[in-house]
């Protein structure tokens, strides 16, 4: 069983992990050339009603997605982008004090790669998996300040996320859902991780399903087993086409 796509349906996807196969560096993802045909057909045929939904900025989306460029929440929910191409900062920047903060875990950890998206950053240890323990323990002391800056953490694949507090993936997908083409159309939710949880959530009552990669979450109706096989399904909807 597949996710019910149809015409009137809005696709929301997620990127890593989800889309494409983790990489051991941000940068070093690959983005195979039958989705990003596939995508660009399918955003047609949903009168582009398709956006990426990712912790990565909108720079970086449009980087690995060029030359398609569509509707998009980057920084976890922090910027988001109709399909009119309007972007929305939904949040300030991340505080120079945290931003410090994660510089210096950075530089004493090796390995590990501090990602400065302006409005969230991501401390990435996938190169230095020993680190993960320390890293815990620093940020786990350092939860009043992060209070008091008001950014949140989040744990997610070899990843501690800092975003702004009360900025989530499900808020991004809220405000694209007000906007048209998103407006009226059941969304569809694709995610692998914890941060995807936030829009797991908010589907039922805006009518939509959600799909899982590689994990099951509770009440989340569908699942893959991988990315390798959402693309695939991706691709077939794309050749095909989708039910009325
Ligand atoms: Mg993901």
Same mark, same amino acid.
Request: hydrophobic share 45%; net charge neutral; aromatic share 6%.
């Given at each position: 069983?597949?996710?019910?796509?149809?015409?009137?349906?809005?696709?929301?996807?997620?990127?890593?992990?989800?889309?494409?196969?983790?990489?051991?560096?941000?940068?070093?993802?690959?983005?195979?050339?039958?989705? =990003?045909?596939?995508?660009? =057909?399918?955003?047609?045929?949903?009168?582009?009603?398709?956006?990426?939904? @990712?912790?990565?900025?909108?720079?970086?989306?449009? %980087?690995?997605?060029?030359?398609?460029?569509?509707?998009?929440?980057?920084?976890?929910?922090? *910027?988001?982008?109709?399909?009119?191409?309007?972007? %929305?900062?939904?949040?300030?920047?991340?505080?120079?004090?945290? =931003?410090?903060?994660?510089?210096?875990?950075?530089?004493?950890?090796?390995?590990?790669? !501090? *990602?400065?998206?302006?409005?969230?950053?991501? !401390?990435?240890?996938?190169?230095?998996?020993?680190?993960?323990?320390?890293?815990?323990?620093?940020?786990?002391?350092?939860?009043? &300040?992060?209070?008091?800056?008001?950014?949140?953490?989040?744990?997610? $694949?070899?990843?501690?996320?800092?975003?702004?507090?009360?900025?989530? $993936? #499900?808020?991004?997908?809220?405000?694209?859902? %007000?906007?048209?083409?998103? =407006?009226? %159309?059941?969304?569809?939710?694709? #995610?692998?991780?914890?941060?995807?949880?936030?829009?797991?959530?908010?589907?039922?009552? &805006?009518?939509?399903?959600?799909? @899982?990669?590689?994990?099951?979450?509770?009440?989340?109706?569908?699942?893959?087993?991988?990315?390798?096989?959402?693309?695939?399904? &991706?691709?077939? !909807?794309?050749?095909?086409?989708?039910?009325?």
């Amino acid at each position: 069983m597949t996710p019910p796509v149809k015409k009137n349906s809005a696709l929301f996807l997620d990127i890593d992990g989800t889309l494409l196969d983790m990489a051991r560096t941000p940068d070093a993802v690959i983005v195979p050339a039958e989705l =990003r045909l596939a995508l660009v =057909r399918l955003y047609d045929v949903l009168d582009g009603a398709l956006a990426f939904v @990712s912790g990565r900025s909108l720079t970086s989306i449009d %980087r690995l997605f060029a030359p398609l460029r569509t509707a998009a929440i980057g920084c976890h929910g922090a *910027e988001v982008r109709g399909t009119d191409g309007t972007i %929305r900062a939904l949040a300030d920047p991340i505080p120079d004090p945290v =931003r410090a903060i994660f510089r210096g875990l950075a530089e004493s950890h090796p390995g590990t790669i !501090l *990602e400065d998206k302006i409005y969230a950053l991501a !401390l990435h240890y996938r190169l230095a998996p020993e680190a993960k323990l320390a890293l815990a323990a620093a940020v786990d002391r350092l939860e009043g &300040l992060f209070a008091a800056e008001k950014v949140a953490i989040q744990h997610g $694949k070899s990843v501690i996320d800092v975003k702004p507090l009360g900025i989530d $993936k #499900g808020v991004g997908v809220r405000t694209l859902m %007000r906007q048209t083409p998103f =407006r009226d %159309r059941p969304p569809i939710f694709g #995610g692998d991780d914890t941060t995807d949880l936030d829009v797991f959530h908010i589907l039922p009552e &805006l009518g939509g399903h959600g799909f @899982s990669v590689g994990r099951a979450f509770k009440g989340v109706d569908y699942k893959f087993p991988s990315p390798r096989a959402v693309r695939q399904w &991706l691709t077939r !909807l794309a050749e095909r086409g989708v039910a009325a």
